[in-house]
């Protein structure tokens, strides 16, 4: 294959898992509830039972989603999950960040090409918009809820990434 253009990739979307409510301080500094930590680790448990672990992973870096990703690295290498492998390349982008969903594909498309799985850890309503974006026949019209997985799949390069270019395959809430 030259340039990996059959090669499939798989996109998984997460929303960041259960927050604490919001309160005098900075929204960027909200942090997990317990919830929200024993959700993001049953996250990380289903995607290694299903063989899901990323190359890549794209964070948001506010503290909510940090904590989520931790916990789902954590859920990936537990007892439910087995051993992850290799550790991913875990990229802590500001702007994805109250992000739009074209910047949300923009962060994606910067992927390197011979990554195969990348998990994309973010807020709603971005997260939920790229989605849509990306197959709008089968994404959730309620949108993601906290500690959802979508998952992805286009045989295209991350850089040729469309809208409607990568239909959902399969979906998941996660609940510890």
């Known amino acids: ?14 929303r960041h898992a259960k927050a604490e409510q919001p309160t005098t301080g900075p929204d960027v500094e909200r942090r997990l509830t317990a919830r929200g930590h024993a959700d993001a680790a049953a996250a990380g448990a289903w995607l290694a039972r ?15 989603t940090r904590q989520t990703w931790h916990d789902v690295a954590l859920g990936m290498t537990g007892s439910e999950g087995g ?19 074209d910047d949300l594909l923009n962060l994606v498309r910067t992927v390197e090409p011979e990554a195969g799985t990348v998990l994309l850890v973010a807020h709603n309503p971005g997260v939920s918009l790229l989605s849509a974006l ?19 799949r286009t045989g295209k390069p991350w850089t040729e990434l469309t809208p409607g270019g990568a239909p959902i395959v399969d979906r998941h809430t996660a609940r510890g």
């Not at 299903?50 to 948001?60: A, K, T």
């Open 1 to 14: 294959m030259t340039d990996g253009e059959a090669e499939t990739r798989t996109l998984v979307l997460l």
């Open 50 to 64: 299903q063989g899901l672990l990323p190359d890549v992973v794209i964070c948001s870096a506010a503290r909510r």
């Open 83 to 101: 051993p992850a492998g290799t550790a991913p390349v875990v990229r802590y982008a500001a702007a994805a960040y109250e992000a739009h969903p």
């Open 134 to 152: 990306l197959d709008p026949e089968r994404a959730d019209r309620e949108g993601l809820r906290t500690s959802d997985l979508v998952v992805h």
